[in-house]
């Protein structure tokens, strides 16, 4: 089955504590994408990949980095997690930087 | 000036009747259009895409795209409880950025 896979679904964390939520694809995709959804702000694009080791900022990348080293994976990192990085964090892939993405299921983080 | 707008709703229709979200965006060079289904607490789920103006059907759904005017629409035929939703109209405004709207929230009441 197609799909783009998240782990952790859910996660409870403490301020300053490193984590990592990776993001996988089987779809063979060049482009891959973070996003945080927050109430009343809707999605924002946190980071992006078009290629294997090639990646860039969205609208929101303070606080996380991202690494892109095999076409499937795309981790994203926070290394000190801050209560306002609190959110519902997506990843998404597609074949193409114009084309339409697929999400994953999403993972819930909560920062206390 | 926000880049894709959408208006928040609720937007409510009885069960059988035609739902119709709009949305518009801001650059005239955006390429590639795009409407995701969002239920609460869920990924979205992309239901149309349209790049060319006119209309695209695909079952119940219609994508209409006026580059023109520089609005996007979305029409439900037949609507069902189960379509009560968030709507997110989103917009490849620059190469590798989709560009999302906040959503409309559409309510069809059996």
């Known amino acids: 089955e197609a799909q783009v896979t998240q782990n952790p679904r859910y996660l409870i964390t403490v301020t300053g504590k490193k984590l990592t939520v990776t993001c996988s694809q089987n779809?063979?995709?060049?482009?891959m994408s973070w996003y945080r959804q927050d109430p009343g702000l809707g999605l924002r694009q946190i980071y992006y990949?078009?290629?294997?080791?090639?990646?860039d900022k969205g609208d929101v990348p303070e606080g996380y980095k991202v690494s892109r080293k095999e076409k499937r994976n795309f981790p994203l990192i926070l290394e000190s997690p801050s209560p306002n990085q609190t959110s519902l964090y997506f990843c998404?892939?597609?074949?193409?930087?114009?084309?339409?993405?697929?999400f994953g299921p999403g993972t819930r983080l909560t920062v206390t | 000036q926000k880049e894709v707008e959408q208006n928040s709703g609720p937007l409510s229709v009885p069960e059988g009747a035609i739902a119709s979200l709009n949305c518009t965006y801001s650059d005239r060079g955006s390429q590639s259009f795009f409407w995701y289904r969002q239920y609460s607490g869920k990924s979205p789920e992309l239901i149309m895409f349209i790049y060319s103006n006119g209309d695209k059907e695909d079952g119940r759904f219609t994508a209409q795209l006026n580059k023109a005017s520089q609005y996007v629409s979305l029409l439900i035929r037949d609507s069902q409880p189960s379509d009560s939703a968030t709507y997110l109209c989103?917009?490849?405004?620059?190469?590798?950025?989709?560009?999302f709207g906040k959503g409309t929230m559409l309510l069809v009441s059996p």
């Open positions: 998404a892939s597609s074949p193409s930087g114009w084309g339409e993405q697929y």
């Open positions: 779809m063979n995709h060049e482009y």
């Open positions: 989103a917009v490849n405004i620059r190469y590798s950025t989709l560009t």
């Open positions: 990949s078009m290629n294997v080791e090639v990646t």
